[in-house]
């Protein structure tokens, strides 16, 4: 056991802690700074299990933060990923409609494109076949060509080597466990850390941590896991990301087709509500408190039916049968031997922020805190797009030296 302290701590080592402390390290290269994470590496949970797409901003309205980050981070991301010579596969992305519904759709993401300056162009069905000959859609499109695929845990990777470089310290294998009095930390080795200034990147438990420094009063955490099925064949019978018009009236995008880095395909992913944290698979990670909070939430939910959680929770839970989650994806395209998607990926779990009172999903990024303490509660996509621009709004804005 031991006592340290730091300039600045930072609670998780997802891309948005390691962002925050790149940016720290540039704004103060005299300060002490560590990142607090308790698995044995970064990027263990929602970074790491990210889908790897950089997207290019056209999806959020344009007063949100999300709407002001991401078109910067598309372009940040992608010049970090040149210097520093990781993989990126600039394959662009299409989104088609389904319907005559849906053409209203592809007008309402232009427009919102337009606004926070998107480089975007609507389409017709000859302009769609010259892009992704595979491509289905009704009377027109939406094409995005800045949007881009990358390996989140290789990005992830060289950010850590770029950070210990620094001198900055990561404290792995060592969680948070509780605070007491100011900003002493006990860690899960029973450790304890103290420091100048707290930074709250911890993703799945950041509104739990927020509330031990009177945060997070109005939210909770709800997570939804996210599945994809991989195409196992040997051809590329898709080269460009399908996206459908997505539901604009909650956070989740559809099933669709993503070109992976290494040019592989996979269709996805699910939006399925968990019944704990860290429910990845079977009973792995098993907390008895979160079942309990977390299905008394989500039996609320399916009662009063807030934001169509009854439909969208039966929608999400079909989709573990894999005949109906290949025939959503197979409306997006002319021709697909759906049968050769048939091994899951490594499951994800979003962190969605939920409003305890209006028991709404909230849709853009949420920071709180004071001088002391900076909470990061909604980190959630396109936060690993966002995260360069993300984390020096963090620190200009909400962190005081």
Same mark, same amino acid.
Request: charged content about 25%; hydrophobic content about 35%; overall charge positive.
């Given at each position: 056991?031991?006592?340290? +302290?730091?300039?600045?701590?930072?609670?998780?080592?997802?891309?948005?802690?390691? %962002?925050?402390?790149? !940016?720290?390290?540039?704004?103060?290269?005299?300060?002490?700074?560590?990142?607090?994470?308790?698995?044995?590496?970064?990027?263990?949970?929602?970074?790491?299990?990210?889908?790897?797409?950089?997207?290019?901003?056209?999806?959020?309205?344009?007063?949100?933060?999300?709407?002001?980050? %991401?078109?910067?981070?598309?372009?940040?991301?992608?010049?970090?990923?040149?210097?520093?010579?990781?993989?990126?596969?600039?394959?662009?992305?299409?989104?088609?409609?389904?319907?005559?519904?849906?053409?209203?759709?592809?007008?309402?993401?232009?427009?919102?494109?337009?606004?926070?300056?998107?480089?975007?162009?609507?389409?017709?069905?000859? +302009?769609?076949?010259?892009?992704?000959?595979?491509?289905? %859609?009704?009377?027109?499109?939406?094409?995005?060509?800045? %949007?881009?695929?990358?390996?989140?845990?290789?990005?992830?990777?060289?950010?850590?080597? !770029?950070?210990?470089?620094?001198?900055?310290?990561?404290?792995?294998?060592?969680?948070?466990?509780?605070?007491?009095?100011?900003?002493?930390?006990?860690?899960?080795?029973?450790?304890?850390?103290?420091?100048?200034?707290?930074?709250?990147?911890?993703?799945?438990?950041?509104?739990?941590?927020?509330?031990?420094?009177?945060?997070? +009063?109005?939210?909770?955490?709800?997570?939804?896991?996210?599945?994809?099925?991989?195409?196992?064949?040997?051809?590329?019978?898709?080269?460009?990301?399908?996206?459908?018009?997505?539901?604009?009236?909650?956070?989740?995008?559809?099933?669709?087709?993503?070109?992976?880095?290494?040019?592989?395909?996979?269709?996805?992913?699910?939006?399925?509500?968990?019944?704990?944290?860290?429910?990845?698979?079977?009973?792995?990670?098993?907390?008895?408190?979160?079942?309990?909070?977390?299905?008394?939430? !989500?039996?609320?939910?399916?009662?009063?039916?807030?934001?169509?959680?009854?439909?969208?929770?039966?929608?999400?839970?079909?989709?573990?049968?894999?005949?109906?989650?290949?025939?959503?994806?197979?409306?997006?395209?002319?021709?697909?031997?759906?049968?050769?998607?048939?091994?899951?990926?490594?499951?994800?779990?979003?962190?969605?922020?939920?409003?305890?009172?209006?028991? !709404?999903?909230?849709?853009?990024?949420?920071?709180?805190?004071?001088?002391?303490?900076?909470?990061?509660?909604?980190?959630? +996509?396109?936060?690993?797009?966002?995260?360069?621009?993300?984390?020096?709004?963090?620190?200009?804005?909400?962190?005081?030296?």
């Amino acid at each position: 056991m031991s006592s340290v +302290s730091y300039n600045y701590l930072i609670l998780g080592g997802g891309i948005v802690g390691l %962002t925050i402390a790149r !940016e720290l390290s540039v704004k103060y290269p005299k300060s002490s700074i560590a990142v607090l994470e308790k698995e044995a590496d970064i990027s263990m949970h929602s970074s790491g299990r990210n889908s790897g797409v950089l997207h290019a901003g056209f999806y959020y309205t344009a007063d949100s933060l999300k709407a002001k980050f %991401t078109v910067a981070g598309n372009k940040a991301m992608k010049k970090y990923c040149k210097e520093n010579g990781l993989k990126l596969n600039e394959c662009g992305k299409v989104v088609v409609a389904r319907s005559k519904t849906e053409v209203k759709g592809i007008d309402t993401l232009y427009q919102r494109g337009v606004k926070n300056g998107v480089d975007l162009t609507v389409i017709d069905k000859q +302009s769609l076949k010259e892009i992704e000959p595979n491509a289905r %859609t009704f009377e027109k499109a939406l094409y995005s060509p800045t %949007t881009a695929t990358v390996d989140p845990v290789e990005i992830s990777q060289c950010l850590k080597k !770029e950070l210990l470089e620094k001198g900055i310290t990561f404290r792995l294998k060592e969680g948070y466990l509780k605070r007491q009095r100011g900003n002493i930390i006990v860690t899960t080795k029973g450790n304890t850390v103290t420091a100048d200034v707290i930074i709250n990147c911890a993703g799945l438990y950041a509104d739990k941590i927020a509330q031990d420094y009177g945060f997070s +009063s109005a939210y909770t955490i709800l997570p939804f896991k996210g599945i994809y099925l991989k195409y196992s064949g040997f051809d590329h019978p898709i080269k460009t990301n399908i996206y459908p018009v997505p539901n604009m009236e909650n956070p989740f995008l559809g099933v669709h087709y993503t070109v992976t880095v290494d040019n592989h395909i996979k269709i996805g992913p699910t939006a399925i509500p968990a019944f704990w944290r860290e429910n990845y698979s079977g009973l792995d990670n098993f907390a008895l408190s979160e079942f309990l909070d977390i299905s008394m939430i !989500e039996s609320n939910l399916l009662l009063r039916n807030n934001f169509n959680f009854r439909s969208l929770a039966f929608e999400e839970i079909k989709k573990y049968w894999k005949p109906y989650y290949r025939r959503l994806a197979s409306e997006l395209v002319h021709q697909i031997d759906g049968p050769k998607f048939k091994d899951w990926t490594k499951p994800g779990i979003r962190a969605q922020l939920m409003h305890k009172r209006s028991k !709404e999903l909230v849709q853009d990024f949420v920071i709180e805190g004071d001088k002391a303490s900076v909470h990061i509660l909604n980190a959630v +996509s396109p936060a690993f797009t966002c995260s360069i621009p993300f984390a020096e709004h963090v620190v200009s804005n909400y962190v005081i030296n």
